[in-house]
């Protein structure tokens, strides 16, 4: 497709109608997740905000005579985008770099933009090295024994220890949180995959999750006896959080369900609707802070304290990644560091000559 001379404005309109396609495109073709859509999404529309703004040196009204100058104009967004660091951080700029570079390179190939917009200078910027903070086992067990002491109202999903007078959900969302807090340390999920679980995906006769990851790549999960135990007991009292659901059941009496059907959300909340990933972190947050950690406890630190534990015994690295449901061995890598720091500890305690003030 040959571009005409346009105006500033009006290569900007043919942006803008681009990038909504650009959008549709990731949900519809590609089928990637809300969530990256929803960030690729905010990060073009800022770019074309900019665009639109005074930053460039471009009348509204000047007549472009190619996209070639309107592409050497936009190279000055990169150097734009590297001046607001720290306040963005590398991580969310090697985001946006690589939203622009998908976006021209959607552009070139279905909307006949010049392939000079993929060679222009998106450089990701050096990324600070962040250790992955993770849980201990004493840890793990101080959230669960918190569970039976708070008593917060079930905004937070955060419920008091059953007792005579607890109300019945209550004592389900005692037994939900310990199911998932569990679930989280044994099977080292991320938290989208733990809430979009439903009661098909569990195998309890093999102790397995059917888990759909990212990209909707699935694996199997494998959880402890313990988790099993905690899952079943949530389940024989499932239905009471289903009951509360106002929008399916006006009155509890009108739910003829005994037990949860296969294709039912797995977690629910204290209104009887399926658990969101925001009331996972937030309940977990709260369980944090009552606990006294010195970690905040958040939904993916399970997940790094899941990786840890098992490259700690002595997990092959390719055995982790796979039940991380890493496509890249180079995800996995980032918890190397703890085998590291092992070994060296290892050496430093059994070698004759590893002390700094060994003799001669």
Known sequence: MTMVPQTRLAWLDTLEEVASNFVEHLTIGRDVSRHTVRAYGSDIATFLAWLRGPSLLIEPEETLQSEMELCRHVESYATHCYQRIPALKPA?????YATLR???KYAVRHHGFASTWLTLPWVNPKQPTALPHFLTQHDCQKLLDALHTLHNSPD???QAEPSAKTDPVDAVLLLRNRAIVLTLFTAGLRVG????LRWHDLDAE?????VLGKGSRERLAFISPETLDALNSYRQQWVVLLQR???RFPKASQCKHERPLPTDSLWLSHTGRPLS????ARMLASLGEHTGLTQVVHPHIF??????HLLNHNVDLRVVQELLGHVSIRSTQIYTHLQTRRLRQAYQAAHPRAEANASP
């Open 245 to 247: 659901n106002r929008q």
């Open 92 to 96: 969310t700029l090697a985001r946006t």
């Open 206 to 210: 093999e102790g397995t999750l059917k």
């Open 277 to 280: 990933a925001r009331s996972v």
């Open 102 to 104: 998908s976006f021209f």
């Open 303 to 308: 997940r790094h304290s899941f990786a840890t």
């Open 193 to 196: 995959e733990l809430t979009g």
């Open 156 to 158: 937070e999903d955060l």
